[in-house]
């Protein structure tokens, strides 16, 4: 299929491609001017001027301008490379709509097919002359082959009367064009996009099967706009076409058995057809029309019914069949088993533009002082065809204070034609469905599926799904990666749908959305016992929240991006039934009134960056489970803070805050602290009995992470020590010298991440279950805590996955390695616990980290994705081989071993890739080498493990033990020392001696 569409406008009914000297002043201008007598415009090549290697793009130019191409396949016609090349233009335009009619005029259709007899010579000298174009000659071969697979015309000479033979080709090529084009749009801006796409699904030059597509897409989007094009553009190619047209309208006026006559007439040729019901329609349909090759457009489809009684089945129509319909239900689709659909998309801002220039001008070039104004309304029609158009045309003449004025009008009131033509859809709704609607268009737009779904889930009860999935199907709105998406002039119709429920008297609608609404309900708020939502998001001249204690029943009240907001009433605090309250981005607030909203399940102060105080909680707020506050300069959290006693997840980024109270520790169900990129705290006591009574109370958090927060050693006083149920602790990136003795009482603490703290120094105490130590980066290590973290009784433990800075093997280890491996061979039982070190230099940024392979017996055992970072220095990872993921959690107790004996080897395995860029000269020589591995097992059945290859021993019965096998591997080490340091002390004095003779 071609990528491009041709020119939408035909200019030409008739492209004659022949070749000269064969039937120029013969069959091919005989043909021409009995055309031309029939009044059916023709281009052809009079000239008989020599021609070059390639078409020309004039000539290019009127192929891809007209409706039809005949070819004139004559005796000496792929002699010429010219006429070859026109032929391939041609088939290309084909695809693109295109009716190709081939006349064999005095050749056999099977000697162009299989290129035999003059069409077969011809080849053969192209072949020599263009041997350094294969593409080409594979071009030319392919085009021969498909125009002779098409249905056309051939004449031999005695088979009939050359005149009454073009008379037959005129009167086929007459009756084609006779089906007048539709008219399709004053100005069809942006359509040669998409009808390529709707053309690649309708696949036309495809005989053999019939297709059904569905182009689907809200209202005023120009679906049948793009439907008349694509019928103009391939109707020829039809035995019969039908366009119906406004199908819903149509069949609420007059019933399914008006449109099937209408249809019945239109194929057929034939007038008062009279059906007793649909039923007999579809049979007739059925019937009649399964043998031929029809064109059939469904134009505005709303109901299953009108489907099953005009195209039930793709057999009901001839092979080579297509059938378009056009929808606002994508649902329709779906149940009528349409699987090749297509998505009518909004304009761009360029085509928009350009649209309602054309409409508003009748022109390009407009006066520059139009401009601005111009941009606004395609602002506000969001690329909808129907809306440029309407605005437009209704805007011709005017000025541009009248274009201003109706901008602003438009913006609180759409025009009437769009709103009759937007809301079709919203009428075809169930009355929850509609309240649905409403609710996103007043309140939710742009807010996450689940958020919407849970906070209407108690006016709809379980039914929120499906009310979502109508509403998508009904093209009124999108869900695009978990968010609510609507159209920006849906969401106008919709609020104006709620406006006219009571256009006079705002009080007595159940949503408002214009700000002088709002303020004169608000001034009479006596009205106002029923309202729920009230939103004032972005009202760049909102300074102040009024009083709304009036408002009993308000469960959401919003006042998002407000950007001259400075004050908020107090009684926003005593809302009972608020559950949503959020004024984020208030960035000139700079304090909040007291709360006290039993109800309250959201709070958001998030990007209030003038505010000083966090607001006081002045009684118990259960319903609170997680408040994530970021770009909040406050400077402390009050004491009243544990107030909010559900709260099980805090969570502070970019905050100032200076001062934590210590009973933080005490709220109930506080589990997960977050804090990054805050200023340093200190932790305050609310009064002198407090540190005591909270030297009683733990907090029962399990995770406290407090990230690049510029920390010192007073953080670990009084109150963290509070937190003695954490289970995982991140203080990476601050600045403490010590971990502090009290460590070791953090009997719950599994996880410890100290990463970048490049002043921590010294490790006074670990916490007795410790299973992972990040210590990365941390430059200032003492030896004394990296002999602490290389305890053997620490890691004997199992379970551990340590990084910190170093280099040092420990002795208790029993093998080491200058190499990417490690290796060891087992007998009977795999080791139940052992220990791995690698220490390992940091690399560039070619190779970010190290992988590690298990190969048993050669072969390899999956992991699951386990990487190792490498760092900007040396640094020493330990683990435990069987805390890593593998793939199968019962690997090492399924595994049937091969052999008496098994080795094992543990490879790095993205550093040997790092290695082979070394030798090539590729990376840095020194940054590269892996100093050592390690390997150390639990002394348990010692004579069932070896480090040296039990094969290469006459028997393995014969094998050494283990102790003996280090014994062994010492005196090895001291001989080859001795060896080593005799050669030095040789070569050295040597050299000596020679120096000074």
Same mark, same amino acid.
């Given at each position: 299929?071609?990528?491009?569409?041709?020119?939408?406008?035909?200019?030409?009914?008739?492209?004659?491609?022949?070749?000269?000297?064969?039937?120029?002043?013969?069959?091919?201008?005989n043909l021409y001017k009995a055309l031309?007598?029939?009044?059916?415009?023709?281009?052809?090549?009079?000239?008989?001027?020599?021609?070059?290697? =390639?078409?020309?793009?004039?000539?290019?130019k009127a192929i891809q301008e007209s409706r039809i191409a005949i070819t004139v396949l004559s005796q000496n016609y792929a002699s010429s490379s010219f006429c070859l090349d026109e032929l391939v233009t041609i088939l290309h335009c084909k695809s693109e709509g295109l009716l190709v009619i081939p006349v064999f005029y005095k050749v056999d259709p099977s000697d162009v097919r299989h290129q035999k007899g003059s069409y077969g010579e011809a080849m053969a000298k192209h072949q020599k002359r263009f041997k350094a174009k294969k593409e080409k000659l594979q071009k030319w071969r392919m085009a021969l082959k498909q125009v002779a697979d098409l249905s056309g015309y051939h004449f031999e000479d005695g088979d009939a009367y050359e005149y009454k033979f073009i008379g037959s080709i005129v009167e086929e090529v007459s009756r084609k064009i006779s089906r007048a084009s539709l008219h399709v749009a004053d100005y069809p801006v942006g359509l040669e996009s998409q009808v390529t796409e709707v053309m690649k699904l309708l696949d036309v030059g495809s005989d053999d099967l019939v297709h059904i597509i569905g182009i689907h897409g809200m209202g005023g989007l120009g679906k049948t706009t793009l439907a008349l094009e694509v019928y103009n553009l391939i109707a020829l190619h039809f035995d019969e076409s039908c366009f119906l047209q406004n199908v819903r309208e149509e069949s609420n006026k007059h019933g399914l058995k008006h449109l099937q006559s209408i249809l019945l007439s239109k194929l057929l040729g034939e007038k008062d057809i009279t059906l007793t019901s649909w039923q007999e329609g579809a049979s007739t349909i059925q019937h009649r029309l399964q043998r031929k090759k029809v064109l059939l457009i469904l134009d505005d489809v709303n109901k299953r019914e009108q489907l099953k009684a005009i195209v039930g089945r793709p057999d009901w129509f001839g092979p080579g069949s297509r059938v378009i319909i056009t929808t606002r239900d994508k649902h329709l689709l779906k149940c009528h088993e349409v699987e090749r659909t297509y998505e009518v998309k909004v304009l761009n801002h360029n085509a928009a533009l350009q649209l309602l220039t054309w409409n508003a001008f009748k022109r390009e070039k407009i006066d520059p002082s139009y401009e601005d104004v111009l941009n606004r309304v395609v602002t506000y029609a969001s690329g909808l065809p129907l809306a440029l158009e309407i605005i437009g045309s209704n805007m011709f003449g005017k000025s541009v204070a009248g274009w201003e004025s109706a901008v602003e009008h438009y913006k609180r009131i759409p025009n009437d034609e769009i709103l009759e033509i937007l809301k079709v859809s919203f009428d075809a709704l169930g009355e929850e469905q509609k309240n649905v609607f409403l609710d996103i268009?007043?309140?939710?737009?742009?807010?996450?599926?689940? =958020?919407?779904?849970?906070?209407?889930?108690?006016?709809?009860?379980?039914?929120?799904?499906?009310?979502?999935?109508?509403?998508?199907?009904?093209?009124?709105?999108?869900?695009?990666?978990?968010?609510?998406?609507?159209?920006?002039?849906?969401?106008?119709?919709?609020?104006?749908?709620?406006?006219q429920r009571s256009p006079e008297e705002p009080g007595k609608r159940k949503r408002l959305w214009l700000p002088k609404d709002i303020i004169h309900v608000l001034k009479d708020n006596t009205k106002l016992g029923h309202l729920t939502v009230l939103k004032f998001d972005r009202c760049k001249f909102l300074t102040q929240i009024p009083d709304v204690s009036d408002l009993p029943n308000l469960r959401e009240l919003s006042f998002e991006d407000c950007e001259s907001l400075v004050a908020v009433d107090d009684s926003i605090g005593f809302l009972k039934k608020l559950k949503k309250l959020s004024a984020y981005g208030c960035r000139k607030l700079t304090s909040f009134p007291p709360l006290n909203l039993t109800s309250l399940e959201t709070l958001q102060l998030s990007s209030c960056s003038s505010l000083e105080y966090f607001p006081e909680i002045l009684g118990e707020m259960e319903n609170i489970r997680e408040l994530r506050l970021t770009g909040l300069y406050i400077k402390e959290l009050p004491f009243s803070f544990q107030n909010l006693t559900g709260l099980r997840l805090l969570a502070l980024s970019g905050c100032g805050?200076?001062?934590?109270?210590?009973?933080?520790?005490?709220?109930?169900?506080?589990?997960?602290?977050?804090?990054?990129?805050?200023?340093?705290?200190?932790?305050?006591?609310? =009064?002198?009995?407090?540190?005591?009574?909270?030297?009683?109370?733990?907090?029962? #958090?399990?995770?406290?992470?407090a990230t690049n927060c510029n920390l010192c050693d007073d953080f670990f006083l009084a109150g963290f020590k509070r937190f003695a149920h954490?289970?995982?602790?991140?203080?990476?990136?601050?600045?403490?010298?010590?971990?502090?003795?009290?460590?070791?009482?953090?009997?719950?603490?599994?996880?410890?991440?100290?990463?970048?703290?490049?002043?921590?120094?010294?490790?006074?105490?670990?916490?007795?279950?410790?299973?992972?130590?990040?210590?990365?980066?941390?430059?200032?290590?003492?030896?004394?805590?990296?002999?602490?973290?290389?305890?053997?009784?620490?890691?004997?433990a199992g379970g551990t996955q340590f990084v910190f800075p170093g280099t040092r093997i420990p002795e208790w280890f029993d093998q080491q390695s200058s190499g990417p491996s490690s290796s060891f061979?087992?007998?009977?039982?795999?080791?139940?616990?052992?220990?791995?070190?690698?220490?390992?230099?940091?690399?560039?940024?070619?190779?970010?980290?190290?992988?590690?392979?298990l190969f048993i017996n050669g072969k390899v055992l999956p992991f699951k994705n386990e990487v190792i970072d490498m760092l900007k220095l040396d640094h020493t990872y330990i683990f435990d081989l069987q805390e890593l993921p593998f793939?199968?959690?019962?690997?090492?107790?399924?595994? #049937?071993?091969?052999?008496?004996?098994?080795?094992?080897?543990?490879r790095y395995?993205?550093?040997?890739?790092?290695?082979?860029?070394?030798?090539?000269?590729?990376?840095?020589? =020194?940054?590269?080498?892996?100093?050592?591995?390690?390997?150390?097992?639990?002394?348990?059945?010692?004579?069932?493990?070896?480090?040296?290859?039990?094969?290469?021993?006459?028997? #393995?019965?014969?094998?050494?033990?283990?102790?003996?096998?280090? #014994?062994?591997?010492t005196r090895k080490f001291s001989i080859a020392f001795f060896l080593f340091f005799s050669c030095f002390l040789f070569y050295y004095f040597g050299f000596s001696c020679q120096k000074f003779t």
């Open positions: 299929m071609a990528a491009k569409t041709r020119s939408l406008a035909s200019i030409y009914d008739v492209f004659l491609s022949f070749r000269g000297l064969d039937t120029r002043h013969g069959f091919t201008g031309d007598d029939r009044g059916i415009y023709t281009s052809i090549d009079d000239q008989e001027l020599p021609r070059g290697d =390639e078409i020309t793009p004039a000539l290019s268009a007043f309140c939710l737009k742009g807010c996450k599926l689940t =958020e919407v779904e849970h906070m209407l889930c108690s006016l709809y009860d379980n039914c929120m799904k499906h009310h979502i999935d109508v509403l998508v199907d009904k093209s009124l709105i999108k869900v695009k990666h978990g968010i609510v998406e609507m159209h920006d002039l849906i969401q106008v119709v919709g609020r104006e749908i709620e406006r805050i200076v001062q934590l109270p210590c009973s933080l520790a005490m709220m109930p169900e506080l589990s997960s602290f977050y804090t990054d990129y805050c200023n340093r705290w200190q932790w305050i006591e609310l =009064e002198e009995g407090e540190e005591k009574l909270g030297s009683i109370i733990s907090s029962k #958090a399990q995770l406290f992470c954490v289970g995982y602790l991140n203080l990476s990136g601050n600045n403490f010298t010590i971990l502090p003795e009290f460590f070791k009482e953090l009997q719950f603490l599994r996880t410890l991440d100290v990463s970048d703290c490049e002043h921590l120094q010294e490790i006074r105490g670990l916490p007795p279950i410790l299973e992972y130590f990040d210590a990365r980066n941390c430059v200032s290590f003492t030896s004394s805590s990296t002999s602490m973290l290389l305890n053997q009784e620490l890691h004997e061979w087992f007998r009977n039982k795999f080791p139940a616990k052992l220990v791995f070190l690698l220490i390992a230099p940091v690399s560039g940024a070619s190779y970010p980290f190290l992988e590690p392979k793939k199968n959690d019962n690997l090492f107790e399924e595994v #049937a071993w091969e052999k008496e004996w098994n080795h094992v080897e543990v395995q993205s550093v040997l890739e790092y290695e082979n860029e070394k030798r090539k000269g590729v990376l840095d020589l =020194e940054s590269s080498l892996i100093k050592a591995t390690g390997i150390h097992i639990f002394k348990e059945g010692v004579s069932d493990i070896r480090f040296d290859d039990p094969y290469l021993s006459s028997s #393995a019965s014969e094998s050494p033990s283990f102790l003996q096998t280090i #014994a062994l591997g």
